[in-house]
T-cell receptor, first 112, second 111 residues
Framework: DAKTTQPNSMESNEEEPVHLPCNHS???????IHWYRQLPSQGPEYVIH???SNVNNRMASLAIAEDRKSSTLILHRATLRDAAVYYC?????????????FGAGTQVVVTP | SQTIHQWPATLVQPVGSPLSLECTVE??????LYWYRQAAGRGLQLLFY??????ISSEVPQNLSASRPQDRQFILSSKKLLLSDSGFYLC??????????FGNGTRLTVT
């Protein structure tokens, strides 16, 4: 399975945007890019996913590079509730979307 | 709307004792069900998944087993717990093209 590389941690001030990078240079043409986040002592929570085009939802935006070798999750205005570990995960088409390989993720710290 | 229930939230068990963790999903039929484990300071690891009643696939050979006696019920079991079974156990579901939805987990400490 294709692997992703994320920074171990990132800091942000409250109400400022957060840009979380993810490198996936070995991504295959059919791999989807998923983002989940995990708040302390809770199960992971789905954030967003995409294939080729940029995606927006109420939680975040996903910007995908033209060559698909990297992507960026954008939290537009960080709140204290956004402090969590964010996971960038690649997965083949839908049948495998439950069998996800979680890495170490990026710990996001939000300071007031 | 769909909800997932996992219990208990925390559990402390001695080595060698049995284990039974239960997960139920409401508001959907024939979901795919999953058990994940997160050891302390590590990432999530898929243990089992099920696409239907009585259908269980194991991803990692270990001291655990899973069963799906009803459409929306998924059970994780062990006959004899080991210290290495300690961790945060998460049940999850998905249906058709939906993303994964996780429960709040059970934190198991084997002493």
């Amino acid at each position: 399975d294709a692997k992703t590389t994320q920074p171990n941690s990132m800091e942000s001030n409250e109400e400022e945007p957060v840009h979380l990078p993810c490198n996936h240079s070995t991504i295959s043409g059919t791999d989807y890019i998923h983002w989940y986040r995990q708040l302390p002592s809770q199960g992971p929570e789905y954030v967003i996913h995409g294939l080729t085009s940029n995606v927006n939802n109420r939680m975040a935006s996903l910007a995908i590079a033209e060559d698909r070798k990297s992507s960026t999750l954008i939290l537009h205005r960080a709140t204290l509730r956004d402090a969590a570990v964010y996971y960038c995960i690649l997965s083949p088409p839908t049948d495998s979307w439950g069998k996800l390989q979680f890495g170490a993720g990026t710990q996001v710290v939000v300071t007031p | 709307s769909q909800t997932i229930h996992q219990w208990p939230a925390t559990l402390v068990q001695p080595v060698g004792s049995p284990l039974s963790l239960e997960c139920t999903v409401e508001g959907t039929s024939n979901p795919n069900l999953y058990w994940y484990r997160q050891a302390a300071g590590r990432g999530l690891q898929l243990l089992f998944y099920s696409v239907g009643i009585g259908q269980i696939s194991s991803e990692v050979p270990q001291n655990l087993s899973a069963s799906r006696p009803q459409d929306r019920q998924f059970i994780l079991s062990s006959k004899k717990l080991l210290l290495s079974d300690s961790g945060f156990y998460l049940c999850a579901w998905r249906w058709r093209h939906s993303p994964l939805h996780f429960g709040n987990g059970t934190r198991l400490t084997v002493t």
